[in-house]
Antibody, heavy 122, light 111 residues
């Protein structure tokens, strides 16, 4: 069974750092496109980043240069390193998988974790 | 920022049909990128409803259907049920942003 479990959220001061984790089971993280998506309180969904199966990454403009994605293949875990955080980074952060073998144009998310809340406040 | 525009809310009586529009541009839906739909209950993670414009994952009732034309897409819910009350989001890819984009979200209310 495919499962994604995020952890690492919490309260952080503006300008601080936090590392989120997304532990996967039931599939191999390194074989899929893995994404981070966030949702500010009461707001809509915002795509944050994608990590391709080949290891390349791409970021949304709002986090570019501040957030970094990495993965530990031995732990089948994806990470989101958040540096120089801002109040507007306050959100529930989800990791989400794009399935292998999709023959269409673009990508989507078939499995999501339960999310972890990050609150940026002084 | 949301690049895809959806109506803030739609409503209908049980058994009725409702549709949710998703309007994009020439760099996303109009460029031929597929549209996908998710629904989200309060306090829970989004769940995939439609992928590849009009495909339902296993377990999604055939009351839900998707379509796409030009720079827009639509989600239709027929035979509306109380359990369909949720927020709905469309999603695609945008070549100018080199990343995924979501719709602004639509709250469906069953009267």
């Amino acid at each position: 069974e495919v499962q994604l479990v995020e952890s690492g959220g919490g309260l952080v001061q503006p300008g601080g750092s936090l590392r989120l984790s997304c532990a996967a089971s039931g599939f191999t993280v390194s074989s899929n496109f893995m994404n981070w998506v966030r949702q500010a309180p009461g707001k809509g969904l915002e795509w944050v980043s994608v990590t391709y199966s080949g290891g390349g990454t791409h970021y949304g403009d709002s986090v570019k240069g501040r957030f970094t994605v990495s993965r530990d293949n031995s732990k089948n875990t994806l990470y989101l390193q958040m540096n120089n955080v801002r109040v507007e980074d306050t959100a529930v952060y989800y990791c989400a998988r794009h399935p292998l073998g999709y023959g269409g144009n673009g990508y989507y998310f078939d499995y999501w974790g339960q999310g972890t809340l990050v609150t940026v406040s002084s | 920022q949301s690049v895809l525009t959806q109506p803030p809310s739609v409503s209908g009586a049980p058994g009725q049909r409702v549709t949710i529009s998703c309007t994009g541009s020439s760099s996303n839906i109009g460029a031929g990128y597929d549209v996908h739909w998710y629904h989200q209950l309060p306090g829970t993670a989004p769940k995939l409803l439609i992928y590849g414009n009009n495909n339902r994952p296993s377990g999604v009732p055939d009351r839900f259907s998707g379509s796409k034309s030009g720079t827009s897409a639509s989600l239709a819910i027929t035979g509306l049920q109380a359990e369909d009350e949720a927020d709905y989001y469309c999603q695609s890819y945008d070549s100018s942003l080199s990343g995924c984009v979501f719709g602004t979200g639509t709250k469906v209310t069953v009267l």
